[in-house]
């Protein structure tokens, strides 16, 4: 029995050994120790192991050597002479391989070591992430700038807007007014009448939701910066929310209301920006903050949209369609 416990053990240890030089084959200097290819002792220094380096290297330069099998070898040992190089001018690098020396066992832990640093970007993680916020932010100004202008050129082509913005335009002076006839009056172009609509839709009419102006608040960086205020503030507005109106039963503000029904509508404030103020005067009329009150409101509301879609043409010639051509409907042609 022991000697069959004497030889799993000599065969453990073999393969271990096997394995280990299987691994080193591949890492560092391979079989070969780094300090001995540079001819320095592991208590070298930096400069030490620097001038042996070029010592070496000049020793073993290719082009010092004519024929080509001494050419060859000596492009094979200039290679390894650098690599071992390579490995010991490196403090982190050095001392992962002075630990490999000293606990050659861990030879997988040696294994990642040396392939994570191999294969780890040389650039530093902070500058990739500095990089990737800034063109994000970059994106959102210019696409929320983009955004914006494409909404001013369709409100000017929308009748509500427009007639408004020539009103306007009209008042301060901007544009000529047909009922009052002035001399010497120029008459402007298109493209100028287009370009004065444009600017008041801008300047004096409040455009709310998705398509408003763009902040700079909205930035990714801008938001990144101010983030420890905003959640000092949040956690300020939640307390107080909790005191106010759990503990102390006080009424809700208007701003608090509308903010209850926005989140009942599952709105985000741009969305719910963009509602109408008529839209959101009937809100509170309704008193849709209460919980039941919303919940009437919804029911009627779907029940209208129903109704709507009943009474559409659009909507009856889509049903139709569906019904004599729609994917459940299964026909045999025998042709």
Same mark, same amino acid.
């Given at each position: 029995? &022991?000697?069959?416990?004497?030889?799993?053990?000599?065969?453990?240890?073999?393969?271990?050994?096997?394995?280990?030089?299987?691994?080193?084959?591949?890492?560092?200097?391979?079989?070969?120790?780094?300090?001995?290819?540079?001819?320095?002792?592991?208590?070298?220094?930096?400069?030490?192991?620097?001038?042996?380096?070029?010592?070496?290297?000049?020793?073993?330069?290719?082009?010092?050597?004519? &024929?080509?099998?001494?050419?060859?070898?000596?492009?094979?040992?200039?290679?390894?002479?650098?690599?071992?190089?390579?490995?010991?001018?490196?403090?982190? +690098?050095?001392?992962?391989?002075?630990?490999?020396?000293?606990?050659?066992?861990?030879?997988?832990?040696?294994?990642?070591?040396?392939?994570?640093?191999?294969?780890?970007?040389?650039?530093?993680?902070? #500058?990739?992430?500095?990089?990737?916020?800034?063109? #994000?932010?970059?994106?959102?100004?210019?696409?929320?700038?983009?955004?914006?202008?494409?909404?001013?050129?369709?409100?000017?082509?929308?009748?509500?807007?427009?007639?408004?913005?020539?009103?306007?335009?009209?008042?301060?002076?901007?544009?000529?007014?047909?009922?009052?006839?002035?001399?010497?009056?120029?008459?402007? +172009?298109?493209?100028?009448?287009?370009? #004065?609509?444009?600017?008041?839709?801008?300047?004096?009419?409040?455009?709310?939701?998705?398509?408003?102006?763009?902040?700079?608040?909205?930035?990714?960086?801008?938001?990144?910066?101010? &983030?420890?205020?905003?959640?000092?503030?949040?956690?300020?507005?939640?307390? +107080?929310? #909790?005191?106010?109106?759990?503990?102390?039963?006080?009424?809700?503000?208007?701003?608090?209301?509308?903010?209850?029904?926005?989140?009942?509508?599952?709105?985000?404030?741009?969305?719910?920006?963009?509602?109408?103020?008529?839209?959101?005067?009937?809100?509170?009329?309704?008193?849709?903050?209460?919980?039941?009150?919303?919940?009437?409101?919804?029911?009627?509301?779907?029940?209208?949209?129903?109704?709507?879609?009943?009474? &559409?043409?659009?909507?009856?010639?889509?049903?139709?369609?569906?019904?004599?051509?729609?994917?459940?409907?299964?026909?045999?042609?025998?042709?």
């Amino acid at each position: 029995m &022991s000697k069959f416990i004497c030889l799993i053990a000599l065969f453990l240890l073999v393969f271990s050994e096997l394995a280990l030089a299987q691994l080193l084959e591949g890492l560092y200097c391979g079989k070969e120790n780094c300090y001995d290819v540079l001819e320095v002792s592991r208590e070298a220094t930096k400069s030490e192991i620097g001038k042996n380096y070029r010592r070496l290297a000049r020793q073993f330069h290719p082009d010092l050597h004519r &024929s080509v099998e001494a050419k060859a070898e000596a492009e094979i040992q200039f290679k390894i002479v650098a690599n071992a190089y390579e490995i010991l001018k490196d403090e982190e +690098s050095r001392t992962d391989y002075d630990y490999m020396l000293d606990n050659p066992d861990e030879y997988y832990a040696h294994y990642y070591r040396y392939y994570r640093r191999r294969v780890a970007p040389k650039v530093d993680v902070r #500058i990739v992430l500095i990089v990737t916020i800034s063109v #994000i932010s970059a994106i959102q100004y210019y696409s929320g700038w983009h955004r914006y202008d494409t909404a001013i050129k369709y409100f000017s082509t929308v009748p509500k807007y427009r007639n408004k913005a020539l009103d306007i335009a009209k008042q301060d002076g901007l544009l000529a007014d047909n009922n009052k006839r002035g001399k010497g009056k120029v008459k402007l +172009s298109k493209e100028d009448t287009e370009n #004065i609509i444009k600017k008041v839709i801008q300047d004096k009419m409040d455009i709310k939701g998705a398509y408003a102006k763009p902040s700079i608040t909205d930035i990714l960086w801008i938001q990144l910066i101010l &983030s420890p205020y905003t959640l000092v503030k949040y956690i300020y507005w939640y307390i +107080s929310w #909790i005191v106010r109106h759990t503990v102390l039963k006080q009424p809700y503000s208007e701003e608090e209301k509308l903010y209850i029904i926005r989140k009942s509508l599952k709105m985000n404030q741009h969305q719910f920006d963009s509602q109408e103020d008529e839209k959101k005067q009937e809100f509170l009329y309704r008193e849709l903050w209460i919980r039941e009150n919303f919940d009437e409101w919804f029911k009627e509301e779907e029940e209208n949209t129903k109704k709507q879609l009943a009474e &559409s043409n659009k909507y009856k010639q889509y049903r139709r369609y569906m019904k004599n051509h729609g994917v459940g409907r299964m026909t045999f042609d025998d042709s």
